[in-house]
């Protein structure tokens, strides 16, 4: 597998991949995978890849029938890829850690679109245990969460075009501070995070089939 940034065109390929096999309940584009990826990389605890490419398509039963192996591999390689890149980013270099948000135009304007970075950051959030954040550390959350849940969005067709950018502008800090928090608690209080992990839905066994949708055993696949 590659290392670095993943290039326009591998961001391309995984955001066509994922509208091609998306569904209502799955990540439906780059930026969104981005998000979810983050906050993945950000939590209490390190998620088994079992969980959260199971999640990522929505649950077992949406996990795609691929075209063939060749585009199971690819997908899988650019996307361990690009987390990689994330993670590197998070812990080595936070000054180049940037949200992958999404853009559109209107009026040969170009804006940025924030929703689908947050929504897929809470969709992360939701599958570890967040519950032991202090209050401290709940406004950075709340930046993030305000962009990314449905039940936001009348508050946010209420604020000004300035307090609108301000709240864009605040989701990237909040999510390097999240992600520094976590890590210090992890290096300082392990016991603190030292707790059973949180499985959604049913865990893949060793000999299992990959929920990745190879064919394989899980053990001979996204196990490691």
């Not at 290392?3 to 584009?29: F, H, I, R, T």
């Not at 245990?129 to 067709?157: F, T, Y």
Request: aromatic share 8%.
């Amino acid at each position: 597998m590659n290392q670095g940034p993943l290039n326009e065109k591998e961001l391309e390929w995984l955001d066509e991949l994922l509208a091609k096999y998306g569904n209502d309940a799955s990540v439906l584009d780059v930026s969104e995978l981005d998000g979810m990826l983050t906050a993945i990389l950000s939590g209490p605890r390190e998620l088994e890849p079992a969980v959260w490419l199971t999640a990522l398509w929505g649950g077992e039963k949406h996990i795609p029938r691929w075209t063939n192996e060749r585009e199971m591999t690819r997908f899988m390689n650019l996307t361990f890829q690009h987390m990689n890149d994330i993670a590197d980013r998070l812990s080595d270099a936070p000054d180049q850690f940037e949200p992958l948000f999404g853009y559109r135009e209107e009026d040969g304007e170009e804006y940025t679109v924030v929703e689908d970075w947050c929504f897929g950051y809470m969709r992360g959030v939701a599958l570890d245990d967040w519950s032991s954040l202090p209050e401290s550390m709940k406004p950075a959350l709340a930046a993030i969460s305000l962009h990314g849940r449905e039940d936001n969005v009348a508050q946010l067709e209420q604020m000004t075009p300035e307090a609108y950018q301000q709240s864009q502008a605040a989701i990237g800090p909040a999510a390097l501070q999240l992600y520094l928090y976590w890590q210090e608690l992890l290096e300082n209080e392990p016991d603190a995070l030292r707790q059973k992990p949180i499985i959604v839905g049913t865990k893949a066994g060793r000999n299992d089939p990959c929920p990745c949708g190879s064919g394989k055993k899980y053990k001979n696949c996204c196990l490691h």
